[in-house]
């Protein structure tokens, strides 16, 4: 059974860097059949997919295209985890945010990441 | 990006049948953007019930089906009970990039 645990600050100050981890049990980060999603929620924008990261026979990243230019997100398989990092935020990036695998059958719990100085 | 549109609201009888719809803004959406659906119930994420056109998961009700009409995506509930009352969501997939579309609140009335 796939379990993901999301972990990190709830306030971010404008300008800075929001980050949040996904920690995976009951898979593997570096699996050649698992993909792993970023997305968030606000009653503003709805859902938005952020973007995703995967290895097959190495690794790839792939980006909603409204956040491209600040958007990272890394895989640790010493720590079977993955993580975004959202550069440059603002007020319109306080959300809920979400970590998911390949096809969505899994979720983390969410968290709520605010904007705010 | 793309803009992926749904239907705002839409109402359906308890045991009646309604379709979801999910359009793209680049055309016709084809079994090559793997629609997803999901449901959405207050103070939930939200769960996939449908992923590449019309495969369920194993706890995906069987009155839920997908599949493409129209040039669109569409998910259809047959025999509607209160609790699909709900946000349904779709999502679309474009070469390296997925985006969601705004949702539909469904009413079971």
């Known amino acids: 059974q796939v379990q993901l645990q999301q972990s990190g600050p709830g306030l971010v100050k404008p300008s800075q860097t929001l980050s949040l981890t996904c920690a995976i049990s009951g898979d593997s980060v570096s699996s050649n059949s698992a993909a792993w999603n970023w997305i968030r929620q606000s009653p503003s924008r709805g859902l938005e997919w952020l973007g995703r990261t995967y290895y097959r026979s190495k690794w790839y990243n792939e980006y909603a295209v409204f956040v491209k230019s600040r958007i990272t997100i890394n895989p640790d398989t010493s720590k079977n985890q993955f993580s975004l990092q959202l550069n440059s935020v603002t007020p319109e990036d306080t959300a809920f945010y979400y970590c998911a695998n390949y096809h969505f059958d899994h979720w983390g719990q969410g968290s709520l990441v605010t904007v705010s100085s | 990006q793309a803009v992926v549109t749904q239907e705002p609201s839409l109402t359906v009888s308890p045991g009646g049948t309604v379709t979801l719809t999910c359009g793209s803004s680049?055309?016709?959406?084809?079994?090559?953007?793997?629609p997803y659906w999901f449901q959405q119930k207050p103070g939930q994420a939200p769960r996939t019930l449908i992923y590449d056109t019309s495969t369920k998961h194993s706890w995906t009700p069987a009155r839920f089906s997908g599949s493409l009409l129209g040039g669109k995506a569409a998910l259809t509930l047959s025999g509607a009970q209160p609790e699909d009352e709900a946000e349904y969501y779709c999502?679309?997939?474009?070469?390296?990039?997925?985006?969601f579309g705004g949702g539909t609140k469904l009413a079971v009335l």
């Open positions: 999502l679309l997939s474009y070469s390296g990039t997925k985006v």
């Open positions: 680049t055309g016709v959406v084809t079994s090559g953007h793997y």
